[in-house]
C-alpha cells in the first residue's frame, strides 16, 4: 500500500470502482437485456480464437475491429459466447491509446465479466433445480 493511503481510503476508491462497474452492467442491460452465452463456444478454444483474431489482421487493421467483426459474425450465426464478448473487450481496451477511454474500456471489460458470473450463477441454479 502507498505511503500515506489509509485502509479506509483504499475501500472508498474500490467502492467508487465497483460502482462505476455495477452503474455499466445496468447500461448493458438496458441495451442488450439479459444475455445467456456459453462460456466458450461448445466447440471453440478462445486461445485458438485470440491468435486466430490476431493472425487475421489484415495491415493497420486493429484487434478491437477483428475481434467486433467476429462477434457480430458469431451473433448472426448464433455462436457468440461470453468468451468472444470478453476477448473484444479487451481487444478493446488494448488498442485504446487515450488514457481516460482506456479506463473506461476497462470498466466495460470489468462489467462483461460480472454479466459472465451472473449468467453463469443462473445457469447453475437451473441445473440445480433439474
Partial sequence: MAKGVGVMDRIRETRSVLVEVHDERRRQDEK????????????????????YLVSGLSGGELMSDAAKRECEKMTADGSLAWADILLEEVCEL???????????????????????????????????ES
Fill in 32 to 51: 442488450w437485456g439479459e444475455q445467456n452465452h456459453p462460456i466458450v463456444e461448445p466447440s471453440g478454444d478462445a486461445g485458438l480464437y485470440l491468435s
Fill in 94 to 128: 488494448l488498442d485504446e491509446t487515450d488514457p481516460v477511454k482506456r479506463r473506461y474500456e476497462m470498466i466495460q471489460a470489468a462489467a462483461v465479466l460480472v454479466a459472465m458470473i451472473e449468467s453463469e450463477d443462473r445457469r447453475m441454479a437451473t441445473e440445480g
